[in-house]
């Protein structure tokens, strides 16, 4: 059974460059967010155009890129 600790992270929509990705989806970062790009979960999630980011989560169904 999953810890209340892990269901609170997975339902984190916000995480900066070098987080594991809580959850597979679509991402984009905060500097550009029609850079729609898919991580899976467990991903580190990389700086964008070479500098650190926060990456908001898409809603499902919001790939517009």
Do not use: Y
């Not at 999953?2 to 594991?20: D, F």
């Not at 899976?40 to 898409?58: D, F, I, K, S």
Request: charged letters at 20%; proline letters at 12%; a positive charge.
């Amino acid at each position: 059974m999953k810890s209340i600790a892990l269901l609170r992270e997975r339902a984190t929509r916000v995480m900066p460059t070098g987080s594991h990705c809580p959850a597979s989806g679509l991402w984009s970062p905060d500097s550009e967010p029609d850079a729609v790009q898919a991580f899976p979960e467990g991903h580190v999630l990389p700086a964008h155009n070479g500098m650190p980011t926060l990456w908001r989560r898409r809603p499902a169904g919001s790939a517009s890129a």
